[in-house]
């Protein structure tokens, strides 16, 4: 009896918070996966609510929209953001070694490219290796003294702020954190870092389903996830294990990149689809989210990746850069409009 009541008194709450609408991606609040561990003890309700550092305009909205509950004394908001970030989205994959953290920092550069205040966490605590992509050789984090406490300062490449793991690691030495200590390491880069002001903040999640990857889907405020595939992967179990693993959280996939998807013929220009064609569409059927663009295999994206030179914003044109450009341009148009708003206020 008492089971049933509650149920009821949930999802009552639910259909109500379903008709908060965040007004840039014109969605609720519960479909965009912004409300998390939602409790309900007797007569009051308590939730999380995940957000960038423009919306906390939803507090007061959803306060409003809950007072009409005749049975609810009060409702208790726990506000989740990273300060002063905007929009945070994840790159992830299945596996590691198919470009996942080549798209982060391209995509990076590119969405800089359009005008935007971007910042990369390399969460990648397996293989971190976005600061050598950036052209950065180890380098000295600075802790600095804020009236919130001491947050480490991330480092600036290319007009990209980034903070790794890698950066606090000793040189040479394998990143072996296990449970407790990642968990801290993680949480602690989620909220001790002193970004500044940005309008988007990619996170490149380690590969696969471990502890590290749902600390950080479940602990950040993030908008949407990228999912970075090869054409041969798409029918293994990790990638619909990483999908399951967002779709559990309530974190939208905002579609498919599809890299090494084939090589171009330097003398005559045609397409060799080494590993296969078709299997990004496939996935992006399956999964109902969009194939946000296939890169073909380019030998400067290796080499460029060894030196900082990313393609996204290379003098050289290339399928890979307009690639990248036409994601990031996508995405900028997906997310602006918050950013303008904000910038208006
Ligand atoms: P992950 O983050 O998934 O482990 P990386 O982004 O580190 O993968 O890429 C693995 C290797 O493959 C790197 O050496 C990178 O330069 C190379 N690579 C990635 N995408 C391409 C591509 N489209 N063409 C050529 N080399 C690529």
Redesign the pocket.
């Known amino acids: 009896m008492m089971q049933s009541k509650a149920n009821f008194y949930q999802q009552e709450v639910v259909q109500l918070l379903k008709q908060v609408i965040e007004p840039t991606l014109n969605n609720d609040i519960v479909s965009l996966g912004m409300v998390r561990n939602l409790r309900i003890v007797d007569d009051y309700i308590y939730l999380r609510l995940y957000i960038g550092s423009h919306q906390h305009h939803l507090q007061p909205e959803i306060q409003s929209k809950l007072s009409s509950l005749s049975w609810c004394k009060k409702t208790y908001i726990q506000i989740c953001t990273i300060p002063g970030v905007k929009t945070t989205l994840a790159v992830s994959?299945g596996k590691?070694?198919?470009?996942?953290?080549?798209?982060a920092v391209n995509l990076a550069a590119a969405l800089k490219l359009q005008g935007a205040k971007v910042g990369l966490l390399d969460a990648?605590v397996y293989?971190p290796?976005l600061p050598q992509m950036l052209g950065l050789g180890q380098a000295d984090i600075q802790v600095i003294n804020t009236p919130t406490g001491d947050k480490f300062l991330p480092l600036e490449a290319q007009g990209i702020k980034l903070m790794s793991v890698g950066l606090l690691a000793e040189a040479n030495r394998p990143l072996a954190w296990r449970g407790p200590v990642l968990h801290k390491i993680i949480t602690q880069f989620l909220q001790d870092v002193e970004w500044g002001e940005l309008d988007y903040l990619l996170i490149d999640l380690p590969?696969g389903t471990g502890d590290a990857q749902i600390t950080i889907i479940q602990e950040s405020p993030i908008c949407g996830v990228i999912l970075?595939t090869t054409p041969q992967q798409v029918a293994l179990a990790d990638v619909r294990r990483n999908i399951y693993m967002f779709r559990q959280v309530g974190v939208p996939v905002l579609g498919i990149v599809e890299?090494?998807s084939y090589l171009i013929c330097g003398d005559c220009g045609s397409r060799t689809y080494i590993f296969g064609s078709g299997g990004g569409e496939q996935l992006a059927a399956e999964l109902q989210a969009p194939l946000l663009g296939q890169?073909?295999?380019?030998?400067r994206?290796?080499s460029g990746?060894d030196t900082g030179n990313l393609i996204a914003v290379s003098e050289h044109t290339s399928l890979?850069r307009e690639v990248f450009i036409e994601i990031a341009i996508a995405l900028n148009t997906t997310f602006s409009t918050a950013n303008k708003l904000n910038q208006s206020v």
Do not use: E, F, L
Request: hydrophobic fraction near 30%; aromatic fraction near 0%.
């Open positions: 994959s590691g070694g198919v470009g996942k953290s080549t798209t990648d293989g290796n590969p970075v890299n090494m890169i073909p295999i380019d030998k994206i290796c990746g890979a």
